[in-house]
């Protein structure tokens, strides 16, 4: 009889195991997007890396030129 009572409050649902499932593919969806997010701000940032670089030796090449 213990296991026909319901644990949760009487207007609480219990997940049945298709919900269980979804909510995982949900979650295995978010986690992609995540990753997706972090690559693209990863390439952003290398691609500054590379800018900033690029106009520092830039720099370093023309700098004697302005030395009297």
Do not use: N, W
Request: charge should be positive; proline fraction near 4%; charged fraction near 15%.
């Amino acid at each position: 009889m213990a296991m026909l009572t319901h644990t949760h409050g009487p207007l609480e649902r219990t997940p049945s195991a298709s919900q269980r499932r979804d909510t995982a593919a949900a979650a295995q969806g978010r986690r992609a997007t995540i990753r997706q997010f972090c690559i693209s701000a990863l390439t952003v940032a290398a691609a500054g890396c590379i800018l900033v670089a690029i106009m520092a030796l830039k720099l370093i090449a023309y700098l004697p030129r302005f030395h009297y």
